[in-house]
Every structure is written in structure tokens, then in C-alpha cells.
């Protein structure tokens, strides 16, 4: 049973549009949620994270929203570049615990 | 800046054959993993490390050991591989388990024949 679960699988959107991803959790005691960015040929690396005392985490042009009670959060990418096209990896963790990952989301940015 | 180096950055291998991947760190850090991506999967743990000389099981062990002789170096060792070992291997580091920043090595390409 998947922990982490991220929708859509693939996305597509126009240079300019805002993305929306889409991550939903089991694990009611999952406190800390990172969410990773991965180019072809790369490994992840962490992009912007936040813990479950807050319900929003903004970096420049990213964006967390989290929602606690629904176990659900998204990332919103505004005014997508063609360069933002990547995996995005939703994952939670809690404590000294490991984090667990989601599937991904395929993000193409068509210019 | 934090680094993780793998090798062989790919490899194929025989079915039924030895397969050794080897990971080093140089960012002073504890916790070393070895996580396995499927399209559809993401990344799975399948060992991990917060001690030179001990290694615990992840969420996929099966089919796969590991090794950590330094606090700088992690292996993962596949002692018959087999095809459904063909995936791609991340390495990677943290200053701890938990609520921090995971640097992951560029990958391992394996391929089983």
C-alpha cells in the first residue's frame, strides 16, 4: 500500500500556465514534507519542503499549499518555464523516520 | 557543496551474475541509502546505513545486500542478478533519518540480460 500517493502521473502545460501537483498521505503522524526535483540523466534534489505547522511554503515561483486535515497538499509552479520541466517527487516523513516517496509527476513544459 | 559519486554510472550485466555498485560521499554525513527508481514506482529503499560497518534492511531488501566498510563508502551488492533487477540505482546521503535534506548521487543505470 502506497503511503504517498501523487496525481497526476504526467502533466503537460503551456511556458507561462501554472502547474498544479497533486500529493495525498496515509500517515496521519507524517509531519515534514519535502518535495524533490529531478532533470533527466540526475539524481532528486530537495526543491522546497514544509512541516505540517504550516499550510503554505513559498519559494520564488513555488509554492506549497497543505492541507492537514485532508492529508493532502499540492505544489504550484507559476509562470512555468520550459526549464521547469522535470519529476517531481512528493514525500513525507516524521521524527528520526525515513521519508518515503512518492511514484513522481512527469512535468513538460512546452514553450 | 555536498557530494555523492557513483560507479559504474552504467553497467550491463548477466543474468545470474555478480553485480557490484559503489557509492562515495564526501559530506560528512551519518546516513548513506541505496534507493532503486521504476517508472511508476519511485523511489523505493532498499538499504541504508547510519554506521560504518552496519547496514539495515529497507522496504525492498530482497535480492540485494549492502556494504559500508567508511563512513564515506556504501555498496550494494547483487550476488545473482537477475532481469528484474534492470532499474536505475541512486546513492545517497543525509546528516540524519528524518526531517532532512536527502543529497542523492546522479544514478546507476543497470541493465540485466
Known amino acids: 500500500q502506497q503511503q504517498v500517493r501523487q496525481s497526476p502521473q504526467s502533466l503537460t502545460v503551456w511556458e507561462g500556465e501554472t502547474a498544479i501537483l497533486n500529493c495525498s498521505y496515509e500517515d496521519s503522524t507524517f509531519n515534514y514534507f519535502p518535495w524533490y526535483q529531478q532533470f533527466p540523466g540526475e539524481g532528486p534534489a530537495l526543491l522546497i519542503s514544509i512541516r505540517s505547522v504550516s499550510d503554505k511554503k513559498e519559494d520564488g515561483r513555488f509554492t506549497i499549499f497543505f492541507n492537514k486535515r485532508e492529508k493532502k497538499l499540492s505544489l504550484h509552479i507559476t509562470d512555468s518555464q520550459p526549464g521547469d520541466s522535470a519529476t517531481y517527487f512528493c514525500?513525507?516523513?516524521?521524527?528520526?523516520?525515513?521519508?518515503?516517496f512518492g511514484a513522481g509527476t512527469k512535468l513538460t513544459i512546452k514553450p | 557543496e555536498a557530494a555523492v559519486t557513483q560507479s559504474p554510472r552504467s553497467k550491463v550485466a548477466v543474468t545470474g551474475g555478480k553485480v557490484t555498485l559503489s557509492c562515495h560521499q564526501t559530506n560528512n554525513h551519518d546516513y548513506m541509502y541505496w534507493y532503486r527508481q521504476d517508472t511508476g514506482h519511485g523511489l523505493r529503499l532498499i538499504h541504508y546505513?547510519?554506521?560504518?560497518?552496519?547496514?539495515e534492511k529497507g522496504d525492498i531488501p530482497d535480492g540485494y545486500k549492502a556494504s559500508r566498510p567508511s563512513q564515506e563508502n556504501f555498496s550494494l551488492i547483487l550476488e545473482l542478478a537477475s532481469l528484474s533487477q534492470t532499474a536505475v540505482y541512486f546513492c545517497?546521503?543525509?546528516?540524519?533519518?528524518?526531517?532532512?535534506?536527502?543529497?542523492f548521487g546522479k544514478g546507476t543505470r543497470l541493465t540485466v540480460v
Open positions: 514525500a513525507a516523513g516524521y521524527g528520526n523516520e525515513k521519508i518515503t
Open positions: 546505513s547510519y554506521v560504518a560497518d552496519s547496514t
Open positions: 545517497a546521503s543525509s546528516d540524519w533519518q528524518g526531517n532532512t535534506e536527502v543529497f
